[in-house]
């Protein structure tokens, strides 16, 4: 969610944004995250169809895409305090690997997905 996060705020900081079209860094910057295996390619599709032509609304995309990354990881970390709060942390099963990222996120994805 940090990496997320990081391209949004990044994206949300340029001087265009509002003003001209950043769909192309926009989808420099979701290439960018699927390369890195944080967000799968069909998501990224997905998303990038939702992007719209507008730079005033693309503006109002980034920030809805970034205040909802906030909310979820807000949401994901309060849930890990209440099932692991007061477990020492080398105690805690931590089974995953970078391998599995994908798995994992889509894991907590269905947690998280209403539908």
């Known amino acids: ?15 265009a944004v ?12 979701m290439t960018k995250l699927v390369a890195n295996r944080i967000i799968s ?3 990224a599709v997905s998303q990038l169809g939702d992007v ?3 730079p005033f609304k693309q503006r109002a995309w980034l920030q809805t895409h970034l205040v909802n990354a ?3 990881r807000v949401a994901a970390l309060s849930h890990h305090g209440k099932a692991f709060g007061g477990q020492p942390e ?5 089974t ?9 996120m889509n894991a907590v ?4 997905t209403r539908g």
């Open 41 to 43: 390619p069909g998501d």
């Open 18 to 29: 509002g003003k001209t079209s950043v769909k192309s860094k926009i989808i420099d910057g």
């Open 1 to 15: 969610m940090d990496a997320i996060q990081a391209e949004l705020t990044a994206l949300l900081k340029d001087p």
């Open 109 to 112: 994805k269905g947690l998280y």
């Open 70 to 72: 906030v909310i979820a």
């Open 90 to 94: 080398d105690q805690i099963d931590k």
């Open 96 to 104: 995953s690997s970078d391998d599995d990222h994908m798995s994992d």
């Open 52 to 54: 719209p032509e507008e």
